[in-house]
């Protein structure tokens, strides 16, 4: 059980703080992305994942709300933008951001983790198929995150098994911001099939 939601995010922030986070180089032909790991108030805490709408780039997948950059936009931008667009989750107190992540098919996605208070989301349907709850408990749960030869997963639902980028970054979070523990995961593998 964790403890109240002001205490979780002041905590939260304070290993933020201490973590020393880096930044994906420039290179030439990657693009920018930015995702919103975006912490809830519920019953007990909870972050949103999303599934993709069946139509547009990375159909039916597992994600976090996020997506590309628009031209000169910096990543808490973009996420905070993103998020909105995709949830309607507006008002969010940004904590800090974890590692980027570079994507097998060309992206940089800087992970922006927020806390939004007693809010629903509502899903844009142009964009979102569904979005889920996810208690936090369920990101320390023995097992989680397990390993298929070289891959990740994160099983966080009786129907919701994440992959990376999205499942390295959900792992990052789990070990940085709710343990304390420096966790690295530039080198997780991606299944091919969320190269598209």
């Not at 939601?5 to 933020?16: G, S, T």
């Not at 920018?32 to 994942?49: D, H, K, N, Q």
């Not at 997506?67 to 940004?94: N, S, W």
Request: hydrophobic letters at 45%; a negative charge; proline letters at 9%.
């Amino acid at each position: 059980m964790f403890e109240a939601f002001e205490a979780l995010e002041a905590r939260v922030r304070a290993n933020l703080d201490g973590f020393e986070r880096r930044a994906a180089p420039p290179a030439e032909g990657l693009r920018g992305a930015a995702v919103t790991v975006c912490v809830l108030e519920g019953r007990e805490p909870y972050l949103i994942v999303i599934k993709r709408a069946p139509r547009g780039r990375n159909a039916g997948q597992w994600a976090l709300p996020g997506g590309r950059l628009d031209d000169g936009e910096e990543p808490v931008r973009g996420a905070l933008r993103e998020l909105a667009e995709e949830t309607g989750i507006t008002g969010v107190r940004v904590a800090g951001l974890l590692d980027d992540f570079v994507t097998d098919s060309g992206f940089v996605i800087t992970p922006v983790v927020a806390f939004g208070g007693d809010q629903r989301a509502v899903p844009d349907p142009r964009e979102v198929a569904s979005v889920h709850e996810v208690p936090l408990e369920r990101l320390l749960a023995p097992g989680v995150p397990r390993w298929r030869g070289p891959l990740l997963q994160m099983p966080l639902g009786p129907a919701i098994l994440v992959h990376a980028p999205t499942g390295a970054i959900l792992w990052q979070f789990a070990e940085v911001c709710l343990r304390g523990r420096e966790q690295r995961v530039f080198d997780v593998a991606q299944p091919a099939w969320t190269r598209r």
